[in-house]
């Protein structure tokens, strides 16, 4: 089956530690994207990256870090330099192209207490 | 300002009526016109997907764009409990660094009630 797929589904951690969450998909596509949403707030972009070992902020990086080194991975880095970061985190990956629709995947919750 | 405004609802509806959902934005260089579908805990899908003006209908669902007025709508016919979810309206531009970006309404949160 081809897809996006988030891993953990649930990841609790302590506040001051960084933690990274993995994204990976098998669909061939060249761009990938990270979102964060909060209750009550549509996605925000956090990073995307439109090519392998490439990759640009979007509107609220500062205290996320990323890196693609491979077509299929796009994990996402939680540093303790983020000020709120339990919230629900999604992967999305879409082909090169300004037309084309973004596959998302199943996120994951992130609680920092 | 934000680039694309939605009422956030919630909007509570019997089975069986016509829902409206409704996306305004600010941008006129958006092409590409989206709505998405999430489930509770879960990641959107992808339901309707438009280029430029115009109407699109799939099955039950609906699609309006108004570029004149940046406007754009869905529509629901006999609505099912199964329609009970989070709506997000998207869209992108054409051209520009921006390639591939959405920018996303805030979602409407829809309860079908039997």
């Known amino acids: 089956d081809g897809g996006i797929t988030q891993s953990p589904k649930y990841l609790f951690r302590k506040e001051g530690q960084n933690v990274t969450l993995s994204c990976e998909q098998n669909?061939?596509?060249?761009?990938m994207y990270w979102y964060r949403q909060d209750p009550g707030q549509g996605l925000r972009l956090i990073y995307y990256s439109q090519i392998v070992n490439d990759f640009q902020k979007g509107d609220i990086a500062e205290g996320y870090s990323v890196s693609r080194e491979k077509k299929e991975s796009f994990p996402l880095t939680v540093t303790s330099a983020q000020k709120n970061p339990t919230a629900f985190y999604l992967c999305?990956?879409?082909?090169?192209?300004?037309?084309?629709?973004?596959?998302f995947g199943p996120g994951t919750r992130l609680t920092v207490t | 300002q934000k680039e694309v405004e939605q009422d956030p609802g919630p909007l509570s509806v019997p089975e069986g009526a016509i829902v409206s959902l409704n996306c305004t934005y600010s941008n006129s260089a958006f092409q590409y016109f989206m709505w998405y579908r999430q489930y509770s805990r879960k990641g959107p899908e992808l339901l309707m997907y438009?280029?430029?003006?115009g109407n699109k209908e799939d099955g039950r669902f609906t699609a309006q764009v108004d570029k004149s007025s940046k406007y754009i709508s869905l529509f629901i016919r006999d609505s099912q409990p199964s329609d009970s979810a989070t709506y997000l309206c998207a869209m992108s531009e054409v051209g520009g660094s921006t390639l591939g970006r959405l920018y996303f309404g805030r979602g409407t949160q829809l309860t079908v009630w039997p």
């Open positions: 669909l061939n596509h060249d761009a």
């Open positions: 999305a990956s879409s082909s090169q192209g300004e037309s084309d629709e973004q596959y």
């Open positions: 438009t280029y430029s003006s």
